[in-house]
């Protein structure tokens, strides 16, 4: 139990594009997931909290307009990159946090922008 | 600013042999400690967790120590073997705050043949 899916696993697009990232609990419902983003060789850092049914919280310094998410159902959030740039390009990870507030992680999206 | 951090980046065991890797939080607000071990191009799988009104807990192989009064958290593995070799990440939350985790830089276990 307790499995908690992303899709695409990897994905490469063009500068200035666009690339929308799904988070799922597949087995569990989930009205709180996160969302972390980590470097090569690095820890993983929080990028903003995602509640079913309203606005997402992000963190300082993470710009809401740039990483749009939503978290429309209690087994989905989404994580849209706007206008991606090289910079970007980073390993982006979810997270859903069940009933005994155990937070399960995704198998992570391979973000590379060329 | 809060952190959680880790003494040893890299750590290289013999196979058999146990591990012991260490993370050091500064949250005194922090009660909810997780160890996850992430392999390389994955997303951290959950091994262990301990609430702040425990010491000790245990799992199969895997033992998770906390110390809050010098708020110093450890992860032991028994037996290591090879499939142990990854990244192993200690987080932090305080539940009397937001439930988002704190992670701590990491520490490399190298199980050696």
């Known amino acids: 139990g307790a499995v908690v899916s992303q899709h695409p696993s990897w994905v490469i697009c063009k500068s200035g594009t666009s690339v929308k990232i799904e988070c799922r609990s597949l087995d569990f419902q989930a009205t709180t997931m996160f969302w972390y983003r980590q470097f090569p060789k690095q820890s993983l850092m929080l990028m903003a909290t995602s509640n079913e049914g309203s606005k997402a919280t992000y963190e300082q310094g993470v710009e809401k307009d740039k990483f749009l998410i939503n978290h429309a159902s209690l087994t989905l959030s989404t994580l849209t990159v706007t206008s991606a740039h090289p910079e970007d390009s980073s390993f982006y990870i979810c997270?859903?946090?069940?009933?005994?507030?155990?937070?399960?992680f995704g198998p992570g999206t391979r973000l590379t922008v060329l | 600013g809060e952190s959680v951090g880790l003494h040893l980046p890299t750590l290289s065991v013999q196979e058999g042999d146990n591990s012991i890797i260490n993370c050091a939080y500064s949250?005194?607000?922090?009660?909810?400690f997780i160890w996850y071990k992430q392999e390389s191009g994955k997303g951290p799988q959950f091994i262990i967790d301990?609430?702040?009104?425990?010491d000790k807990r245990q799992g199969q192989r895997v033992t998770v120590l906390l110390n809050k009064t010098v708020k110093h958290l450890s992860l032991q593995i028994a037996a290591t073997q090879p499939g142990d070799s990854a990244v192993y990440f200690c987080?932090?939350?305080?539940?009397?705050?937001?439930?988002?985790?704190?992670f701590g830089s990491g520490t490399r276990l190298q199980v050696q043949p």
């Open positions: 997270s859903a946090e069940s009933s005994t507030d155990t937070q399960y």
């Open positions: 987080a932090e939350s305080s539940n009397t705050g937001r439930r988002a985790l704190t």
């Open positions: 949250n005194s607000a922090s009660d909810y």
């Open positions: 301990i609430r702040s009104n425990m």
